[in-house]
């Protein structure tokens, strides 16, 4: 069975109600009537993480946090079987896709979809009915569509070779698409034994021949050594909200240019947050985002053995990890998007609608290159001439 469509009429006119970033309330549009949505972020679990400074990439939710419900940490096994999924994590949803980059958008009867949000491509079809699990967290939008869009003129107006119609095309204050994005967190309580070698630095004194105006002479010198040894270990980490990208719909070069997020901000999901917005259906299944999970995890361990081994130098011949509770959950998080399409090429811009950071794809102008290298190159026979 499909779920019921979420609207949120206006309490005085019975228009519908729109989240306002930045604001814990709906707007109307047309009367100017608010009405409050409820609690702030949610609390996580009170899981300790340890120091995560061995890898900056990964995002870490530990810190001080506004009151509120805690977001519920799904046993992984739960989320893997779809088909024996409880009825409070699994639901069934209809989207659209987009056939050039795959990006899926949830339906309603209010969407009105042409184009893909991403790529600017115009054709989008129905998928029809499908089971997915359904968003634990939602980080509602803190930058508003006017900031977000200002943010992208800025970064536009930083780019060196790109051609005249494209950045004037784009700052023809086009709207931006408001646009949840789907992410998968894991935690895991880690125990790791490893081998490997470590390296002692010694020195010795030794003797070359070097000809010094015309004469040879014997030169002493210290030189670096390493001393290898043989060690093995142990260590321990628990890992606490690694956040993964469950959307293939951008390349990971985006994901990784919005980073980082502040997690502390993610609140317990409700539909409200998503009036007036749109929100992409995960396309990376549960068990590929556990599995690049796992990978970053496995780097910071490898970290954590060569901190334990010490020394001058190390190796690291072999880690088995040991992974116990291993939970997940599934948040949305905010991006304005933009898609331009440019002498018949799409180009893409997203905003983190947290931080305001840009990220984009951008050509470059062989004009504008050509006129820079003809300028350096009179400016060098300038230069060699007056020097002449």
Known sequence: MIPAEHRFPCGQCGASLTFRPGQQELVCDWCGHRQAIGPGPARAPGRKADDSSADPALQWSEGPRAPGPALREIPLAEGLDLSQGAADIVQTVRTLSCPNCGAQVDL????????????????????????????????????????????????????WFAPSGLTAYARK??????????????????????????????????????????????????????????????????????????????????????????????????????????????????????????????????????????????????????????????????IWAAAYRYNGASYRFVVNGQTGKVMGERPYSAWKIAGAVAVALVALAAILYLTQ
């Open 173 to 334: 204050d086009r709207r931006l698409s408001g646009i949840y994005s789907p992410f998968w967190t894991f935690d895991a309580d880690t125990t790791s034994r490893y081998r490997g070698q470590r390296g002692d630095a010694y020195y010795v004194m030794v003797q070359s021949t070097q000809t010094v105006n015309g004469r040879t002479q014997t030169v002493s010198r210290q030189e670096r050594r390493i001393r290898w040894t043989p060690v093995s270990g142990q260590v321990a980490r628990q890992f606490n909200d690694v956040l993964i990208p469950a959307s293939t719909a951008l390349p990971p070069r985006f994901s990784e240019a919005m980073k980082p997020w502040d997690l502390s901000a993610v609140a317990e999901y409700d539909p409200r947050f998503l009036s007036g917005f749109e929100a992409e259906g995960y396309t990376v299944p549960l068990a590929d985002g556990h599995g690049a999970a796992r990978q970053q995890m496995a780097q910071v361990i490898h970290q954590d053995a060569r901190r334990s081994i010490g020394s001058a130098e190390q190796r690291v011949d072999h880690v088995d990890s040991r992974f116990v509770n291993e939970t997940f959950k599934h948040v949305l998080l905010p």
């Open 108 to 159: 309603d009867a209010d969407h009105h979809a042409s184009a893909c949000p991403f790529c600017a491509t115009p054709v989008v079809t129905d998928t029809g009915p499908t089971r997915r699990i359904k968003p634990q967290g939602v980080m509602p939008f803190t930058l508003t569509e006017a900031q977000a869009r200002a943010a992208m003129k800025a970064w536009l107006g930083s780019l």
